[in-house]
């Protein structure tokens, strides 16, 4: 089940403007986004989109401002229509459903956070927690036992009658996601949710977020332009520029291999020890001869294992994956791997 | 002859001109200066140059329509259709005149021991302040005691029959403003005539469709005067709903319905609730006015106290007519802000 396709995107294009269809030609053609605002006066959005997002993964799509990315997450609820393409959901074609059927879509079976909360600000925490309940008809006392749990889940006991202008930034975004997960909906869309809070909430957030994951398994898309909290959460990373995908793929795997100079500007300023996990960089295999300092899980990032070893380079650790070795990690490939433009050449040469 | 002769002579118009030469009435100048004996002169010098206006090229060519006639078509034109219009209007509007007078007979024939304590009710409920009610209570009690109470009823179920149509037709045209950018732009010309027309203009036309004794005249001329802001703001309001708001509605499926009832109004009614200020407001300033065609109330009062000089007459209705304008600015102002702390964002 885990490597189903839940969220298919294929050839998505994306253009501004009156005219998009003699655009698109211009675009199919190859011209590019400046060209196209200038001799065409329409903006290109999005180019040539091809995305699958995997049932129960977090999909992170990055981007800086104006690169597409929020523009690419509404199209998969339509929010915004594409100019071209296609997208499916559990297989079916999402461009082809009648308001009726997109609605129950949006119902049942999709719900989204937001940057700016959007909370309806004359409904009580505990109403606007059901909004998506309340919207398919149901009354409060229906769904007021699911909002209370997932409410308490998200740290807001106690809050449930108060109105949102009465709670802090990173209470009312609780709120968003607690609604969002009252809706029972499979997929998630999260826009930026965590942009518009202050750095230590949003770390908070972030380990809330990857807690409820851990447990409930929902295939969540979520827009972000910040790196660290992209290869924090991300199982799948989607790089956008200009509404172009740059690379895609495991998160470790861009760190170590970047296919394209924006991408190795863009990673050269992150915590390389928080972000890169021991499993990417560790020798596999079980050789049981080296004098090994300890054990360490392949999920650990590197900032554990250099303050195991406390800053001794000359240590090697055995990498265990469920009581069993699979691998081994030298302290000295350790720290090459910290150099960013290092540890990319060394990969390369490695394949 | 005059001025503007080589006008026609030039287009080869005389014989036109000629024939009309005795059928057009004088003008007043025309008339003096026959009594007087004196010629016009044929010389005028630049400075005294008349601009070409209807009148100016009358005076060249008796053919062409004086400017009273334009004033005058307008006149015929409108009595002419009138009979038509009232065949529709009538019906329409009869509801309005049995509403007004309905209001106006209970408002009066109820005891004041059961009115007063009805309407500090009313203002308890939506203010929720003890403070206000006190005060209100103060007025009435002051107006009543120097008989001025059957006259600020009259004006007070006035002001509340037309405030209350004025809502009832204003927010659903507001609405509809706010759904279609067409609507906007042809709703908008009409709103801003209708506030700038001089209040007495409007009585004018409605004094022809309708016979001055029917209550529904003063009626439509205040319910025109003051549905303006409620519509304005009805229209801003749910448009300036935040669009992240909205987009979550759609996001989680809201019907256009469901998103109408449960987001924008809700998030408008502030603004909703200030047109409604505006509107009583702008009602209580026609229901004066409104005095000149027969509507009953303080206004009458102030109406006797400029046609007979009676001085005293005037300035204590005058003041009436402030002390109703306080309490209802204040009740609607007390309810708007009870509206705002509920939905701070």
């Known amino acids: 089940m885990a490597n189903d396709i839940k969220i298919s995107i294929r050839n998505l294009f994306k253009i501004f403007g009156p005219v998009p269809d003699v655009a698109l030609e211009h675009v199919r053609r190859g011209m590019n986004k400046a060209d196209l605002l200038e001799q065409q006066s329409h903006v290109l959005g999005l180019r040539d989109i091809n995305v699958d997002m995997r049932n129960g993964e977090i999909t992170v799509i990055m981007g800086l401002s104006g690169s597409g990315k929020s523009t690419l997450i509404r199209h998969l609820n339509r929010l915004i229509e594409p100019t071209a393409g296609e997208i499916r959901i559990d297989g079916e074609d999402v461009l082809s459903y009648s308001e009726e059927q997109l609605r129950k879509l949006r119902r049942e079976r999709m719900s989204m956070v937001f940057q700016k909360f959007a909370l309806l600000p004359h409904k009580t925490v505990l109403e606007n927690a059901g909004m998506a309940k309340a919207i398919r008809g149901y009354t409060t006392s229906d769904f007021e036992a699911d909002a209370r749990k997932w409410l308490a889940r998200v740290g807001l006991e106690g809050n449930e009658n108060q109105y949102p202008h009465q709670l802090s930034g990173g209470m009312q975004q609780r709120v968003g996601i607690a609604r969002a997960l009252v809706s029972d909906a499979p997929i998630m869309l999260m826009d930026e949710a965590f942009s518009a809070l202050d750095p230590l909430i949003r770390s908070d957030m972030q380990d809330l977020l990857l807690e409820l994951q851990e447990e409930l398994h929902k295939t969540i898309v979520f827009i972000t332009h910040d790196l660290d909290e992209a290869l924090k959460l991300a199982d799948h990373l989607v790089i956008l520029k200009d509404g172009e995908v740059v690379q895609q793929g495991d998160p470790q795997e861009i760190l170590l291999n970047p296919g394209d100079p924006y991408i190795v500007d863009f990673i050269s300023d992150i915590n390389r020890a928080r972000v890169l996990r021991v499993r990417s960089v560790m020798k596999p295999g079980s050789e049981a001869e080296?004098?090994?300092?300890?054990?360490?899980?392949?999920?650990?990032?590197?900032?554990?294992?250099?303050?195991?070893?406390?800053g001794d380079t000359e240590l090697a650790f055995r990498v265990v994956r469920d009581g069993r070795q699979v691998g081994s990690l030298h302290m000295k490939d350790l720290t090459r791997a910290l150099v960013p433009t290092a540890a990319a050449t060394e990969s390369r040469q490695r394949a | 002859?005059?001025?503007?002769?080589?006008?026609?002579?030039?287009?080869?118009?005389?014989?036109?001109c000629s024939e009309g030469e005795s059928s057009a009435p004088m003008s007043m100048a025309q008339l003096l200066s026959k009594t007087k004996g004196e010629e016009s002169s044929d010389t005028t010098s630049l400075w005294e140059l008349p601009f070409p206006s209807m009148d100016a090229l009358n005076e060249a060519c008796?053919?062409?329509?004086?400017?009273?006639?334009?004033?005058?078509?307008?006149?015929?034109?409108?009595?002419?259709?009138?009979?038509?219009?009232s065949v529709v209007l009538d019906p329409i509007t009869q509801p309005l005149s049995w509403f007004l007078d309905g209001t106006l007979y209970g408002m009066l024939n109820t005891p004041w021991w059961i009115i007063i304590p009805a309407l500090l009710g009313v203002v308890f409920l939506v203010s929720r302040s003890w403070k206000l009610v006190s005060f209100v209570a103060g007025?009435?009690?002051?107006?009543?005691?120097?008989?001025?109470?059957?006259?600020?009823?009259?004006?007070?179920?006035?002001?509340?029959?037309?405030?209350?149509?004025?809502?009832?037709?204003?927010v659903p045209i507001g609405i509809a403003m706010?759904?279609?950018?067409?609507?906007?732009?042809?709703?908008?010309?009409?709103?801003?005539?209708l506030q700038t027309l001089p209040p007495f203009v409007y009585l004018i036309p409605l004094i022809f469709l309708f016979s001055v004794t029917e209550s529904k005249l003063y009626g439509i001329a205040i319910i025109l005067y003051a549905i303006v802001p409620v519509i304005r703001?009805?229209?801003?309001?749910?448009?300036?709903?935040?669009?992240?708001?909205?987009?979550?509605?759609?996001?989680?499926?809201?019907?256009?319905?469901?998103?109408?009832?449960?987001?924008?109004?809700?998030?408008a009614l502030p603004n909703i609730m200030a047109g409604v200020n505006q509107t009583i407001m702008m009602s209580l300033a026609m229901v004066v006015i409104a005095s000149l065609v027969s509507a009953p109330g303080l206004g009458v009062l102030v109406l006797r106290g400029i046609r007979n000089l009676e001085l005293g007459v005037g300035l204590v209705?005058?003041?009436?007519?402030?002390?109703?304008?306080?309490?209802?600015d204040r009740v609607t102002k007390a309810s708007l802000a009870r509206i705002n702390a509920s939905q701070k964002q």
């Open chain 1, 290 to 310: 080296e004098n090994y300092a300890g054990d360490i899980s392949e999920r650990d990032n590197l900032e554990t294992v250099l303050e195991r070893s406390g």
């Open chain 2, 178 to 193: 706010s759904r279609s950018d067409v609507m906007q732009r042809m709703t908008i010309p009409v709103l801003d005539m």
């Open chain 2, 1 to 16: 002859m005059a001025t503007y002769d080589f006008v026609f002579s030039s287009l080869g118009l005389n014989d036109w």
């Open chain 2, 317 to 328: 209705s005058g003041l009436g007519i402030v002390i109703l304008a306080v309490i209802l």
């Open chain 2, 233 to 267: 703001l009805t229209n801003l309001g749910i448009r300036l709903v935040d669009k992240d708001v909205i987009e979550a509605a759609d996001a989680f499926g809201m019907t256009p319905r469901q998103k109408l009832y449960k987001v924008q109004i809700p998030l």
């Open chain 2, 62 to 85: 008796p053919a062409f329509p004086q400017s009273r006639e334009l004033t005058k078509g307008l006149e015929e034109g409108f009595l002419d259709i009138k009979d038509s219009l």
């Open chain 2, 139 to 170: 007025s009435i009690f002051l107006l009543a005691f120097i008989d001025h109470y059957e006259y600020a009823m009259q004006t007070l179920s006035i002001i509340f029959v037309c405030a209350f149509l004025c809502v009832l037709l204003g």
